[in-house]
C-alpha cells in the first residue's frame, strides 16, 4: 500500500447520515494554507496518494480546488482521491475529474432511494441529495474514475443486493462495498450481510466471465484497523495523527491519545510510526464487547468477498494480459 495523506478537509456536513459519527458543528476546517503545509510535510516523506475527507470536502471549495491544483502536477503524488455526498457537485466539478488523470472520485451511494433516503438525512434546507446525483447522472456516466461508495449499514443489509443492483442499474460499474463498522449487528442481520456479499460475488464472477466492466476498489484496500485509514492524517483543526479513528463521535476523546503533533509542529516520520503503535490496541480497550465482536465480523464478512472473487479478478487480468 503506497503512503497516503488523509486531509479531513472540514467537519461540517449537509448531510447526517445514521451510520456516520464524524460531522461536527463549530468545528474549523482547513485553510488553503494549512492544506498546503499539509502537502509539504507529505511531499518531504516521498509522497504517496492524497486523500480529501469530511464531513464533506466540497463545502470548502477553494482548499478542495487549491490542493487538486498542486497534486495535478506534483511528481511524487500518485493519486488524489476525493470522497463526496454529491450534493455539492456540478458539470464543473465533474469536467475537473475528466480532465485530472491523478484524480479518483469517491461517490457516497446507498442504492435504492427508499434506503439512501432513509439513512442519509438532509440537513433542514438541504436539496435531496439521491435526486441531485441522478440529476448528474448523464455527466457522471461519462466521467472515468468515479467509485460509488455503497454503505452497507445493519438494517439494509438484507438489501444490499437489490442497493447494489440499482446502482448498476443506473449505469455505475465502478464499486466500493463499506459494510457498517463499529455498530451493532444481530447475527440475522450478519447472515443477511454474508448471503449479500454472496450473491454480489456471484454478480461480478458472471460479468469477469464475459468480460463485463465491474470493478470492485476492495479488493486492492488493507488497512491495520478496520475501516479506518493509516498514513499521515491531518484533521480538520491542524491537528497529526497515524490515524482517523478520532473522526468516529463515540472514539473522540482517543485523539489526545493519537495525536502525533501538528502543522505548527509536525512530527517526524519515526514520531508517526510511535505514535500509530500506540494507537494499536485502543479500540480493543474503548469499545464495548459487542461492537467490538460485531467489527470482527463485519470485516471478516468483507475479507471473505475479497478471497472468493481474488481468483476470478486474477483469471480475468490474465486474459487480457
Given at each position: 500500500?503506497?503512503?497516503q495523506?488523509?486531509?479531513?478537509?472540514?467537519?461540517?456536513?449537509?448531510?447526517?447520515?445514521?451510520?456516520?459519527?464524524?460531522?461536527?458543528?463549530g468545528?474549523?476546517?482547513?485553510?488553503?494554507?494549512?492544506?498546503?503545509?499539509?502537502?509539504?510535510?507529505?511531499?518531504?516523506?516521498?509522497?504517496?496518494?492524497?486523500?480529501?475527507?469530511?464531513?464533506?470536502?466540497?463545502?470548502?471549495?477553494?482548499?478542495?480546488?487549491?490542493?487538486?491544483?498542486?497534486?495535478?502536477?506534483?511528481?511524487?503524488?500518485?493519486?488524489?482521491?476525493?470522497?463526496?455526498n454529491?450534493?455539492?457537485?456540478?458539470?464543473?466539478?465533474?469536467?475537473?475529474v475528466?480532465?485530472?488523470r491523478?484524480?479518483?472520485?469517491t461517490?457516497?451511494?446507498?442504492?435504492?432511494?427508499?434506503?439512501?433516503?432513509?439513512?442519509?438525512?438532509?440537513?433542514?434546507?438541504?436539496?435531496?441529495?439521491?435526486?441531485?446525483?441522478?440529476?448528474?447522472?448523464?455527466?457522471?456516466?461519462?466521467?472515468?474514475?468515479?467509485?460509488?461508495?455503497?454503505?452497507?449499514?445493519?438494517?439494509?443489509?438484507?438489501?444490499a443486493?437489490?442497493?447494489?443492483?440499482?446502482?448498476?442499474?443506473?449505469?455505475?460499474?465502478?464499486?466500493?462495498?463499506?459494510?457498517?463498522?463499529?455498530?451493532?449487528?444481530?447475527?440475522?442481520?450478519?447472515?443477511?450481510?454474508?448471503?449479500?456479499?454472496?450473491?454480489?460475488?456471484?454478480?461480478f464472477?458472471?460479468?469477469?466471465?464475459?468480460?463485463?466492466?465491474?470493478?470492485?476498489?476492495?479488493?486492492?484496500?488493507?488497512?491495520?484497523?478496520?475501516?479506518?485509514?493509516?498514513?499521515?492524517?491531518?484533521?480538520?483543526?491542524?491537528?497529526i495523527?497515524?490515524?482517523?479513528?478520532?473522526?468516529?463521535?463515540?472514539?473522540?476523546?482517543?485523539?489526545?491519545?493519537?495525536?502525533?503533533?501538528?502543522?505548527?509542529?509536525?512530527?517526524?516520520?519515526?514520531?508517526?510510526?510511535?505514535?500509530?503503535?500506540?494507537?494499536?490496541?485502543?479500540?480493543?480497550?474503548?469499545?464495548?464487547?459487542?461492537?467490538?465482536?460485531?467489527?470482527?465480523?463485519?470485516?471478516?464478512?468483507?475479507?471473505?468477498?475479497?478471497?472468493?472473487?481474488?481468483?476470478?479478478?486474477?483469471?480475468?487480468?490474465?486474459?487480457?494480459?
Amino acid at each position: 500500500m503506497r503512503p497516503q495523506l488523509i486531509l479531513t478537509v472540514t467537519r461540517a456536513c449537509d448531510l447526517r447520515c445514521s451510520y456516520c459519527p464524524t460531522a461536527k458543528d463549530g468545528w474549523p476546517s482547513l485553510s488553503i494554507d494549512q492544506a498546503h503545509r499539509a502537502l509539504d510535510v507529505f511531499i518531504a516523506q516521498d509522497g504517496g496518494d492524497v486523500k480529501l475527507f469530511g464531513g464533506e470536502p466540497l463545502l470548502v471549495p477553494d482548499v478542495v480546488r487549491s490542493v487538486l491544483d498542486r497534486t495535478s502536477s506534483e511528481p511524487s503524488i500518485e493519486r488524489t482521491y476525493l470522497s463526496t455526498n454529491g450534493l455539492g457537485l456540478d458539470t464543473t466539478w465533474l469536467e475537473r475529474v475528466r480532465v485530472d488523470r491523478k484524480l479518483i472520485l469517491t461517490l457516497s451511494m446507498d442504492g435504492r432511494p427508499a434506503d439512501h433516503r432513509r439513512f442519509r438525512k438532509a440537513l433542514e434546507g438541504v436539496p435531496d441529495a439521491y435526486d441531485h446525483i441522478v440529476s448528474l447522472l448523464p455527466e457522471l456516466l461519462r466521467t472515468p474514475r468515479v467509485v460509488v461508495t455503497m454503505a452497507i449499514p445493519p438494517a439494509s443489509a438484507r438489501h444490499a443486493l437489490e442497493n447494489f443492483n440499482h446502482l448498476r442499474a443506473l449505469g455505475f460499474h465502478r464499486f466500493n462495498l463499506l459494510p457498517g463498522y463499529y455498530l451493532p449487528w444481530r447475527d440475522e442481520q450478519l447472515a443477511d450481510l454474508d448471503g449479500a456479499f454472496a450473491d454480489i460475488a456471484t454478480v461480478f464472477e458472471e460479468a469477469w466471465k464475459t468480460n463485463g466492466s465491474l470493478y470492485l476498489r476492495n479488493l486492492f484496500t488493507w488497512a491495520p484497523t478496520p475501516f479506518f485509514n493509516a498514513g499521515l492524517i491531518v484533521d480538520a483543526d491542524g491537528s497529526i495523527h497515524p490515524s482517523n479513528v478520532g473522526l468516529s463521535g463515540k472514539l473522540d476523546h482517543l485523539r489526545e491519545e493519537t495525536r502525533a503533533g501538528t502543522l505548527d509542529s509536525p512530527p517526524s516520520a519515526e514520531d508517526l510510526a510511535a505514535a500509530a503503535e500506540r494507537t494499536n490496541g485502543l479500540l480493543d480497550r474503548e469499545l464495548a464487547p459487542h461492537v467490538l465482536a460485531s467489527t470482527h465480523a463485519v470485516d471478516a464478512a468483507l475479507t471473505r468477498l475479497v478471497e472468493r472473487l481474488m481468483p476470478a479478478y486474477l483469471r480475468k487480468r490474465r486474459r487480457h494480459a
